[in-house]
């Protein structure tokens, strides 16, 4: 008997130390929380605290996107490139900040659809990302949860959710680049709810006489820009005026991502974003 409790002894204080150094190890991975504030009504990133209050009588600039507009990793929404571009542009104009962290084109347009009327838009920007085309819920971030979630007894264990990190997200993220890669086939239906959804982007905005500019906000850590052609060319079928600025070749994207763990763009990477699409875009505009 005694042998026994020797052995579930040491069986416990082995299994306590690999959930202390799970519980560390998942905390470096995951980074500390972020806090994030938007309006109840309308769904607008907002500075906690701030009270929004869309008007008719202004001029109001929309900015539609996804997790790089919205601000993913970012607590300061100054370093947003919308709160950036109402700066560069002055305050006869209102930007606001209409985006969700992992909604795809699809789930952005329906979404807006539903409150177009209380945004008052005069103008939008619509930005979009490579994987915008791939279904909200395949994003390797909800499929990992999903897999931790899934796993019985194991999702209380950060021992367990580490070792996912380690050995079950990297290969989820191959899998989900190397499928989002297939949806540029116009043959997917991925690639058809994407041609949809910015038809249904123009429709709306021609009805209401709304200009658009359709920007690519490109992923960092690549140049390759050859997947976004033809959803350009979709773009300015719809009359959107198009844009996509490229990268300085000799760019050290470890400087422009928000940290080792997250490659959304920082704050320096959105100046740098604003700065091109103001110059290149919006100054003849505003």
């Not at 807006?112 to 009327?117: K, N």
Request: hydrophobic content about 35%.
């Amino acid at each position: 008997m005694k042998t026994l409790l020797k052995v579930l002894l040491v069986v416990a204080v082995c299994l306590a130390i690999m959930e202390a150094v799970g519980y560390v190890m998942v905390k470096k991975l995951e980074g500390e929380p972020v806090n994030y504030c938007t309006n109840d009504e309308l769904n607008l990133r907002i500075e906690c605290g701030e009270q929004i209050n869309v008007s008719q009588d202004d001029y109001n600039i929309i900015c539609i996107g996804d997790s790089f507009t919205f601000g993913h990793g970012l607590e300061n929404i100054d370093e947003t490139w919308p709160r950036i571009l109402q700066k560069r542009i002055g305050s006869d104009y209102k930007v606001y900040n209409f985006s969700h962290i992992g909604y795809n084109s699809h789930a952005q347009v329906a979404h807006f659809s539903t409150v177009y009327g209380k945004l008052a838009p005069d103008f939008i920007i619509w930005q979009f990302l490579w994987n915008d085309v791939q279904p909200c819920v395949d994003y390797p971030g909800f499929l990992i949860n999903e897999h931790y979630e899934n796993s019985g007894v194991l999702k209380h264990s950060k021992f367990f959710k580490w070792m996912s990190y380690l050995f079950v997200y990297p290969d989820i993220f191959k899998q989900v680049e190397e499928s989002t890669a297939g949806f540029y086939n116009k043959g997917t239906d991925e690639w058809k709810g994407l041609k949809s959804s910015i038809e249904r982007m123009g429709s709306i905005t021609r009805a209401c006489g709304v200009p658009v500019v359709f920007v690519v906000y490109q992923v960092l850590n690549t140049h390759d820009y050859g997947y976004a052609d033809q959803v350009l060319a979709i773009a300015r079928q719809q009359g959107f005026t198009t844009y996509m600025p490229r990268y300085p070749e000799d760019i050290d994207f470890s400087e422009y991502i928000v940290s080792s763990r997250n490659i959304h763009p920082n704050k320096r990477c959105n100046e740098w974003f604003v700065e091109k699409l103001y110059g290149e875009v919006l100054s003849s505009k505003f």
